[in-house]
C-alpha cells in the first residue's frame, strides 16, 4: 500500500523547476549534455517507485562537484531517518518473522519487536558507515551516478556494478571500499544482537546480503526515472 500511495502521489505532483548544475552535491541537477535517448528527470525525486529513498542519486552526466564530509553524513542521515525506510524495515522483520529466523527472538509480537529493532539497528549502522563515515575518512563520494541511457541490460550491470565501483572526491573510479568494509562492519556489530547467527559465516552473510540489496537498490534507482517518464507523465 506504501507503494501505491507512492506512486499516486507522483502522478499528481506538478514538475518541480530545474536545479543548476552547481547544486550537484545536494543530490539533483540540470543534464543538458546527456546523449540522446537518455530519461532526465529536472529533479531526483527523494523516494523512488514512493518508498526507496534516493537521496543520494545523481545525474551521471552532471559536472562533478565533491561533497564535503558534513553533507555525506547529511546524505547517511537523511537516508536513515526517511519514513518509508522504517515501513520497509517492518517488511523485512516479517519475513524473518514468517521464515522463523533467530528463533531465540520467539514469535508473536515480542518476537516480531526483536527482529524489528535488529533490522532498524541493521539499517541505520548500514547507512551511517557506507554513506558517512568511511567514504569521509577515506575521501569517497558516496552517491549514486545515474547512468540514464544505453541499453537496459548494460545499464542494469552499470547499475548493479556501482557497488564495487565508486568516485574519489576528485571524480576518479577507485574500488568501493565504503561499501564492503562498511557493511562488513555493520555484520560484525550484529554479531551482539544476533545470539542465534555468531561467527564469521553469519557475518559474511549479513554482508553480502546487505551488498546485493544495494546492487538491487542502485538498478530500481536507475531505471525509476524511465518508469515514471512512462508511467506518469505529467497531465498537460
Known amino acids: 500500500m506504501a507503494l501505491l500511495s507512492g506512486l499516486a502521489a507522483a502522478q499528481q505532483a506538478a514538475p518541480a523547476p530545474v536545479v543548476p548544475a552547481s547544486d550537484a552535491s545536494a543530490g539533483s541537477a540540470a543534464t543538458p549534455d546527456a546523449p540522446t535517448g537518455a530519461v532526465i528527470p529536472a529533479v531526483e525525486d527523494k523516494r523512488a517507485f514512493g518508498v526507496l529513498p534516493n537521496y543520494r542519486t545523481v545525474e551521471g552526466s552532471a559536472p562533478f562537484k565533491a561533497l564535503t564530509a558534513k553533507q555525506k553524513m547529511t546524505i547517511a542521515t537523511k537516508d536513515t531517518i526517511d519514513g518509508p525506510s522504517y515501513v520497509l524495515a517492518g517488511v523485512f522483520s516479517g519475513l524473518y518473522q514468517l521464515t522463523d529466523q533467530n528463533p531465540s527472538f520467539g514469535q508473536g509480537m515480542k518476537g516480531y519487536s526483536h527482529r524489528y529493532a ?34 537496459r541490460l548494460g545499464r542494469a550491470f552499470y547499475a548493479a556494478s556501482r557497488v564495487t565501483i565508486a568516485k574519489t572526491d576528485q571524480g576518479r573510479p577507485v574500488f568501493n571500499v565504503s561499501e564492503f ?10 554479531n551482539a544482537y544476533y545470539p542465534d547467527s555468531v561467527g564469521l559465516s553469519p557475518t559474511m552473510v549479513r554482508m553480502f546480503t546487505q551488498i546485493g540489496t544495494d546492487a538491487i537498490s542502485n538498478v530500481l534507482k536507475e531505471f525509476w526515472p524511465d518508469v515514471k517518464h512512462k508511467f506518469f507523465k505529467p497531465k498537460s
Open 118 to 151: 535488529c533490522s532498524i539497528a541493521d539499517q541505520d549502522i548500514g547507512n551511517y558507515m557506507t554513506e558517512g563515515i568511511l567514504p569521509a575518512l577515506l575521501h569517497h563520494d558516496p552517491r549514486y551516478f545515474r547512468r540514464g541511457y544505453g541499453s
Open 181 to 190: 568494509l562498511g557493511n562488513g562492519i555493520t555484520g560484525a556489530v550484529g
